[in-house]
């Protein structure tokens, strides 16, 4: 009520737990009449912090049960602090990036997986599993996004903000890539922007058609410049040099270093 402490610091973990509790909440007259105990959570088999959801959806089964699917980012307990959220010290009011940057090869930054349940038809977990979104793309991403007219259905593609981790220096974070996931075969494609600038939350623009016509856009900072653009991508051109549409710069007044999240509308 003050604004002393973050409302998220009332939150805490327990990196004991080799489990991550996922909450299902019943949306019809059948799933209540189920019988099942929905405060009761489905115990995903990794120990993980949700970051943000790209899309969720569920599927009959045909014999009374549901195939439930959650395309989302999610790190590690270690990395995942909540007096230092992507390295700002809110006690000390100091930005540290190199906390967000650990060593390659741990389970620790955001990554994007595929979380699937299957219940039977009075609820029961027969099963729950935890991969990777992309068996190409191994390094970190977050601010998943997809086509909007998709959300709730099965989906194809995902994009995301990613690290090329082509930088000696601060390599993962802040991102400098939008990674493109087609979620059917686990590959992937990027489009990295030039020099020492990163990237914002790409937000999705349908044009019609396919599921993934449409453009990307996303905010680009300049650090040497102090400048930010706005850049437009072709969404079915990312992975190849023609991808970029357009680049706007933004007024000077509106510069904005560290933004994550926007959203686009018609009107």
């Known amino acids: ?18 489990t991550t509790p ?20 489905v115990e995903a088999p990794a120990q993980m912090w949700s970051m943000h959801v790209g899309n969720a959806f ?43 940057n650990a060593p390659r090869g741990k389970e620790l930054l955001p990554r994007l997986v595929q979380v699937a ?19 190409q793309w191994n ?5 998943p996004a997809i086509n909007p ?30 990674v493109k996931v087609d979620v059917s075969d686990g590959t992937s494609r990027l489009w990295s922007c030039e020099g020492r600038k990163f990237v914002g939350e790409p937000v999705f623009i349908p044009t019609g058609g396919g599921e993934d016509h449409g453009y990307v856009i ?8 102090d400048r930010c653009n706005l850049v437009v991508l072709d969404a079915r051109k990312i992975g190849k040099k023609s991808a970029l549409v357009a680049k ?6 509106l510069t904005f270093p560290m933004g994550f999240h926007g959203f686009w509308a018609d009107e």
């Open 22 to 41: 996922i909450y299902l909440l019943p949306r019809s007259t059948e799933a209540l009449a189920s019988g099942r105990d929905w405060t009761v959570p």
């Open 248 to 253: 706007l710069q933004v007024p000077k007044h």
């Open 149 to 178: 007219n998709y959300a709730n259905k099965r989906s194809r593609f995902i994009y995301a903000g990613g690290a090329s981790g082509s930088r000696k220096f601060l390599p993962y974070f802040p991102f400098d890539s939008v």
């Open 1 to 18: 009520m003050t604004g002393t402490y973050p409302m998220i610091g009332a939150l805490q973990l327990d990196p004991s737990k080799e």
């Open 117 to 135: 349940i299957e219940l039977d038809k009075r609820g029961s977990c027969r099963r729950c599993s935890v991969k990777r979104m992309s068996y």
């Open 139 to 143: 390094k970190p991403a977050d601010f």
């Open 58 to 100: 569920e599927e009959d089964l045909g014999r009374g049960g549901l195939d439930i699917r959650l395309h989302m980012s999610a790190c590690s307990y270690e990395w995942f602090q909540f007096h230092r959220m992507f390295g700002y010290n809110w006690k000390n009011k100091k930005l540290d990036p190199t906390f967000m």
């Open 218 to 225: 996303l905010v680009e900072y300049a650090v040497s410049e």
